[in-house]
């Protein structure tokens, strides 16, 4: 499992560049793939990190719709840029890949929050999600 949990990581990782830089996610990818061919301080990018990346690439504008939708009395704009993507991230996996059980994507989400923003952003990340979940059979389209 630890294999997926690094392309989770680095799936945000990317998501989040893109965001900064104002760019595309699978261009961000591409640099860090062609990167990654002549560095080997640069991790791999996965299979499973590919397919996380143009998974929220592809269900982008519905992501975000059900997050401002579902995250009470928080805008996307609002939100803090990890926050945001770590939301993106794990309600992609928690919607569209349905081979990961739900509590592996809440808990690896609520992880990456631990790691990487603030002290609040954890139980905000796993309540925002928890409803996701709860309303799964409806979300898809």
């Known amino acids: 499992m630890a294999a ?3 392309a989770r990581k680095r799936a945000f990782q990317i998501l989040f560049e893109a965001e900064q830089r ?11 793939i062609r990167l990654a061919r002549t560095d080997d301080r640069q ?8 397919q996380l990346v143009e998974g929220c690439v592809a269900h982008a504008e ?12 928080w805008t996307l704009d609002r939100m803090p840029a990890v ?17 990961v059980p739900d509590a592996v994507v809440l ?14 952003s954890p139980s905000f990340i796993n309540g ?14």
């Open 4 to 6: 997926r949990n690094k």
């Open 22 to 32: 104002g760019a595309v996610p699978t261009v961000v990818m591409a640099d860090w």
């Open 43 to 50: 991790p791999p990018v996965t299979a499973y990190t590919m």
């Open 62 to 73: 519905r992501i975000d719709e059900l997050l401002a939708g579902y995250a009470v009395g």
């Open 83 to 99: 926050d945001r993507n770590v939301l993106r991230l794990g309600a992609y996996e928690l919607i569209w890949e349905d081979d």
């Open 107 to 120: 808990d690896e989400a609520v992880q990456l929050a631990k790691e990487f923003s603030t002290d609040e």
């Open 128 to 141: 925002l999600l928890g409803r996701l979940m709860e309303l799964k059979p409806t979300l898809k389209r």
